[in-house]
């Protein structure tokens, strides 16, 4: 049996008339805590968004008291594919930390200059087409883009580079609807109203004109027409004036009278 310097007693650990051990008052029940092998994961590929996944375990984290032994020791699910390679690597070389460390170190490997080259380069070409994106769909992902280029700018700047990029006619419309302060999701209203009701934003299409059916030429048909060569004597076209011999039968003729 284990000793303890001090003897537990029966209220410090049971609540009187309940055989459930007293936790606190403030201590959140394990039912209400989310698995957090069901939250985000971070793969480290492509357009990911380290800032992003670190804002939401910092959320949870904050939220249901977690500790950093319980994420830490989730993190090994939370990371996939060349995140989950670095994460082993890391674990080796540098053993046990808390989440502080791995947030420092994720921000090192991950945000690098590479990095975001490619999200402004993303940020900066993907403009709105009305036609093919979706306004809920293409402000929240220019959002994430921004947000995780820039984490400390405020969601009012954030809205105004991303209406830049929706093109002069749209944006304008969109301003005059929405009055500052304005809501991410009131600029996202408005985009959808006017796309939904008004031709603003969208390409028009030329109809084909049906044009009358040309007769195709052949190369023979296109050659000029080449003048006959005939005797302006006789009017044959075995032969030319010159040798005609008619004229020298007349000529003939005219010797003999």
């Known amino acids: 049996m284990p000793r303890y310097s001090t003897p537990l007693t029966e209220e410090k650990c049971f609540v009187k008339g309940s055989l459930t051990p007293f936790l606190g008052e403030n201590v959140i029940s394990a039912n209400d805590i989310p698995k957090l092998e069901e939250g985000p994961t971070f793969f480290g590929e492509g357009e990911y968004n380290n800032i992003e996944f670190i804002r939401t375990i910092d959320m949870l984290q904050e939220n249901f008291h977690i500790h950093d032994e319980i994420i830490v020791g989730k993190l090994?699910?939370?990371?996939?594919?060349?995140?989950?390679?670095?994460?082993?690597?890391?674990?080796?070389?540098?053993?046990?930390?808390?989440?502080?460390?791995?947030?420092?170190?994720?921000?090192?490997?991950?945000?690098?200059?590479?990095?975001?080259?490619?999200?402004?380069?993303?940020?900066?070409?993907?403009?709105?087409?009305?036609?093919?994106?979706?306004?809920l769909t293409w402000f929240f992902k220019k959002k994430s883009r921004l947000s995780a280029l820039h984490p400390d700018m405020s969601d009012t700047m954030i809205n105004i580079k991303i209406l830049r990029k929706c093109g002069g006619e749209l944006e304008h419309s969109i301003k005059c609807r929405c009055v500052e302060p304005c809501s991410t999701e009131d600029y996202i209203n408005s985009m959808e109203d006017i796309i939904t009701r008004t031709r603003i934003?969208?390409?028009?299409?030329?109809?084909?004109?049906?044009?009358?059916?040309?007769?195709?030429?052949?190369?023979?048909?296109?050659?000029?027409?080449?003048?006959?060569?005939?005797?302006?004597?006789?009017?044959?076209?075995?032969?030319?004036?010159?040798?005609?011999?008619?004229?020298?039968?007349?000529?003939?003729?005219?010797?003999?009278?």
């Not at 060349?82 to 070389?93: E, G, I, N, V």
């Not at 060569?229 to 000529?251: E, F, P, V």
Request: charge should be positive; include cysteine; aromatic fraction near 10%.
């Open 201 to 257: 934003g969208k390409t028009c299409t030329k109809i084909p004109m049906k044009s009358k059916m040309v007769p195709k030429i052949s190369r023979e048909d296109r050659r000029p027409e080449r003048p006959v060569l005939k005797c302006h004597k006789c009017g044959s076209t075995s032969h030319l004036a010159s040798t005609c011999t008619k004229k020298t039968q007349i000529n003939e003729a005219q010797v003999i009278e």
């Open 76 to 135: 090994h699910s939370l990371f996939t594919r060349t995140a989950k390679k670095w994460y082993y690597k890391m674990r080796q070389d540098h053993a046990k930390h808390d989440w502080s460390w791995w947030k420092s170190e994720m921000i090192t490997k991950w945000a690098n200059n590479s990095w975001r080259f490619e999200m402004v380069n993303s940020f900066e070409s993907a403009t709105f087409n009305s036609e093919k994106d979706k306004p």
